[in-house]
């Protein structure tokens, strides 16, 4: 369980980068709507948040199953707000 620390650095490290494009985005594209990048952020904000969260309290007896479950659902939420800045670009 010492390795918590780390895997919370790193999914704060994937989302501060994701918000970085973000905010390049925003401000190298002219004609990008402002409320589309502001969803995109704020439901960046909000995956950090639950991921942080259930690292915080993680299950008891399985844990290799919760932690693969944990690695597959973030796999997939940050692809998901990849295509989305993609479809803005």
Not at 39 to 53: A, G, W, Y
Request: hydrophobic content about 40%.
């Amino acid at each position: 369980m010492a390795k918590r620390r780390i895997l919370k650095k790193n999914i704060n490290y994937i989302c501060s980068e994701l918000f970085a494009e973000c905010v390049a985005l925003m401000h190298y594209k002219v004609d990008v709507k402002q409320d589309d990048v502001d969803n995109i952020m704020s439901r960046i904000l909000i995956m950090q948040d639950e991921f942080i969260s259930r690292i915080s309290h993680t299950q008891k007896g399985s844990t290799k199953a919760f932690y693969k479950k944990l690695s597959k659902d973030l796999n997939e939420q940050v692809a998901e707000v990849v295509n989305s800045i993609e479809q803005l670009c």
